[in-house]
């Protein structure tokens, strides 16, 4: 077992068992307060709050432990109160074990359930570090971080995807978003990705490596678009490629949002594209290519719209551009930590879409490229 793992699992003994201390407290004390209260004065049927709350925190090993330390308190009290032969007393006390084995059943279930959402989980993890490798923090002159939202609990993943390759003079990123969200739509996101990544690195014009993926979304959609289905698979997707040393960036937007350009001083600017339809909606469609000012201590905002449409209680949108004004000075990292923090609260804790987000952020000072922590490295 992995160091952190075992660190985690000793911290969760410790809160198990600290927690475990309320019902044994609780048990003592409805007990003794039971035989000293006047005899017309019952509460052994109290006693069952302990086991019922125990599973909230504990298995059932320890529910069933909390519910056999509650049986014996009643079972005390019933002698203290004139003996078992009671018909009260041997109501309450049946009643309590058949409570008691209720609570086992349910936090035994309630374990494996929670085992089997674990697993789930662990998978769809592996499936994002498949699908998605973790982009680089720094590729020469540019700073990366990055910002994934799935919708779906069960998901890490959804149909909002990101990719960045390293060339010998310039960096190439996609962000797109293909329609639906959660583990449906994961076999054509990959499919986009692994496109972006066999053509990208071959150095062609931004425009053609839209119509490649673009014939390569329409050829799935063809193989597998049911029916029923017709025109309803496609993605959206913005191509950016930024050269190492020209303060410009390249884009192809394919019915993309187009990106958020923040610069020192709080300023945001929207560059003006010119989008072609998404991928997969009109085959042999023009791409067209434009390039935008690109300064150092610039940051590039690219984003799915997943963010643009959250809505809060009041179905109003993230206001984006409003909000990301006041950190236009901050590092990639900062940027999306406020941003996470703030996007989740406007929405109260869950997305109706997935969302993706990455920062770019080109450094003053220009440095030699890291070779082997980016996509090329993978690729060999």
């Known amino acids: 077992m992995a160091p ?4 985690r699992l000793r911290q969760r003994w410790q809160s198990v068992h600290a927690l475990l201390v309320l019902p044994i407290v609780l048990i003592v004390v409805i007990t003794v307060a039971d035989l000293r209260l ?3 004065i019952h509460l052994g049927p109290a006693l069952v709050i302990a086991p019922a709350l125990t599973p909230s925190f504990a298995g059932p090993r320890a529910t069933a432990g909390i519910g056999a330390l509650a049986v014996a308190a009643q079972f005390l009290i019933g002698v ?3 003996g078992l032969t009671t018909t009260n007393h041997v109501v309450q006390l049946v009643t309590l074990v058949i409570l008691v084995v209720l609570t086992v ?3 035994t279930l309630r374990e494996r359930r929670q085992a089997q959402l674990a697993q789930v989980r662990t998978v769809a993890e592996a499936a994002q570090h498949v699908l998605m490798w973790p982009l680089p923090e720094q590729i020469g002159p540019l700073r990366i971080a990055s910002l994934y939202l799935a919708a779906e609990d069960e998901a890490q993943i959804g149909g909002d995807l990101y990719a960045a390759t390293v060339s010998d003079s310039s960096v190439r990123l996609l962000i797109g978003d293909v329609r639906g969200k959660g583990l449906p739509a994961i076999g054509e996101a990959a499919l986009l990705l692994g496109s972006f990544r066999e053509s990208a690195h071959r150095h ?4 053609e490596l839209a119509t490649r993926l673009d014939q390569s979304v329409t050829r799935y959609a063809a193989d ?3 029916p029923e289905e017709e025109g309803e698979r496609f993605a959206t997707a913005l191509l950016v490629d930024i050269p190492d040393r020209d303060p410009v960036t390249r884009m192809t937007s394919c019915g993309h949002p187009p ?3 923040l610069s020192p001083g709080h300023v945001v600017t929207v560059p003006s594209l010119h989008p072609s339809p998404p991928l997969g909606v009109h085959a042999g469609a023009e791409h067209t290519l434009d390039v935008f000012s690109f300064e150092p201590g610039d940051t590039l905002l690219l984003y799915t719209d997943g963010v643009m449409e959250a809505r809060d209680e009041h179905g109003r949108f993230y206001p984006l551009a409003d909000r990301v004004a ?3 000075e901050d590092s990639p990292e900062a940027l999306m930590h406020h941003l996470r923090r703030d996007l989740l609260a406007h929405v109260g804790g869950r997305l109706g879409d997935d969302a993706a987000l990455i920062a770019v952020h080109r450094t003053p000072v220009e440095r030699r490229r890291h070779h082997g922590r980016g996509e090329k490295a993978r690729h060999g």
């Open 4 to 7: 952190g793992a075992r660190v």
């Open 38 to 40: 006047p005899w017309d």
């Open 80 to 82: 203290h109160r004139g």
């Open 105 to 107: 059943l349910y936090s």
């Open 204 to 207: 062609i014009p931004l425009s």
């Open 224 to 226: 597998l678009e049911s």
């Open 259 to 261: 990106p958020l350009l």
């Open 326 to 328: 006041r950190w236009t």
